[in-house]
């Protein structure tokens, strides 16, 4: 046993006399210092570096030239013709009140802006004035004509109704009343109603107002001032000059009536009238179809045909009257042909004493 343990203790020994030394060894390599390397470290930092060359100077350039500008003449005699309306420019805004130099254009551009500002447009003439006629007429006495009416408008409906015009005279003063309307059973249902009052004198009707009611619209009034010599109406802004002749659209079959009692030789040539409506004037212009027979329910009656074609520009409507010679001249039939192709004939069934009132 004793002998066991002196083994033991001498294997000990033995290891730690192999084992120590080289431990130091390795403790010796490990806290030398690396002076190569730090050696090229420094040698590394203190190399030297060669300075970046310096850049080349600025090459100086002249300035671009300033094109020279040719002098704005004016022809005096002749100037230049505006540009349409279309292509006039829009009004410059106004300028700030000071927005320093940078702002304020030099005088190049501000003589280029001059030059190629457009002159103001020019205002067009103004339209020729109308100018009235006076025929020789004689009125046609009081009276009330009753009318057959038959519509056919633009798809095609048709309607009948009935018309009736009635007008008295009474010491140089008129009063006429125009209705027009649809049979509904044994009443009739009034479309239209017209009313004219004003005098009589050898231009024959002279108008001083008009009203016009239409169902489902409200009620229109055209003014006749004879002292401010002015026609105005109640519907729009519109005025127009009175001249000899004005009429109202209530009173044109009439005056056509009385032209043609005066001298129905004035009906050979154009008949032009300055006649007010509900919101504007136009001048109606009748001329002479011929003279021809129509059927109506009073007989067969032989007539001068009238007839006042379309005028574009203001009114697209054509207006055809019939007069009866035998019958002092009175409007018989009365045709109306609206653009849309819609067309509205009056036939007259009876003609008697007017109504009172």
Excluded: C
Excluded at 268 to 281: F, H, S
Aim: net charge neutral; glycine share 8%; no cysteine.
């Amino acid at each position: 046993m004793l002998a066991l343990a002196l083994l033991t203790v001498g294997l000990h020994v033995l290891v730690l006399m192999v084992i120590v030394p080289r431990i130091d060894a390795a403790g010796d390599v490990a806290m030398a210092p690396p002076r190569v390397t730090e050696a090229i470290l420094i040698a590394a930092a203190v190399a030297p570096v060669d300075p970046p060359a310096p850049a080349p100077p600025p090459v100086l350039r002249p300035p671009p030239a300033v094109p020279a500008i040719a002098p704005v003449t004016f022809d005096i005699a002749a100037p230049p013709t505006p540009p349409p309306s279309a292509a006039i420019a829009a009004p410059l805004a106004p300028a700030a009140i000071d927005g320093g130099a940078a702002a304020r254009p030099s005088g190049v551009e501000s003589m280029q802006a001059a030059s190629s500002t457009p002159p103001p447009a020019v205002a067009p003439p103004l339209p020729a004035p109308i100018v009235g006629k006076a025929y020789r007429t004689e009125v046609p006495p009081s009276a009330r004509i009753l009318l057959d009416v038959a519509r056919k408008d633009a798809d095609g409906t048709v309607w009948h109704g009935e018309a009736a015009m009635n007008w008295r005279l009474d010491n140089g003063r008129y009063r006429l009343k125009l209705e027009a309307g649809i049979r509904v059973l044994v009443t009739r249902v009034n479309l239209v109603v017209l009313e004219s009052a004003g005098q009589v004198d050898a231009a024959g009707f002279v108008p001083r107002t008009m009203t016009e009611k239409r169902r489902g619209r409200a009620a229109t009034s055209t003014q006749f001032d004879a002292e401010g010599n002015k026609m105005t109406f109640s519907a729009s802004p519109a005025s127009y000059a009175i001249v000899p002749g004005t009429q109202d659209k209530a009173t044109v079959p009439l005056q056509l009536a009385a032209i043609a009692r005066g001298d129905s030789a004035q009906l050979q040539g154009n008949i032009d009238m300055l006649v007010g409506e509900d919101k504007d004037a136009s001048v109606f212009r009748f001329v002479l179809v011929g003279q021809t027979e129509i059927d109506t329910p009073i007989g067969r009656l032989a007539t001068w045909h009238m007839s006042r074609p379309p005028r574009p520009g203001f009114y697209n409507s054509q207006l055809d009257i019939w007069l009866a010679p035998s019958l002092g001249w009175l409007p018989v039939r009365i045709d109306n042909i609206e653009s849309s192709g819609a067309t509205t004939t009056q036939t007259v069934k009876n003609i008697g004493r007017p109504d009172a009132g």
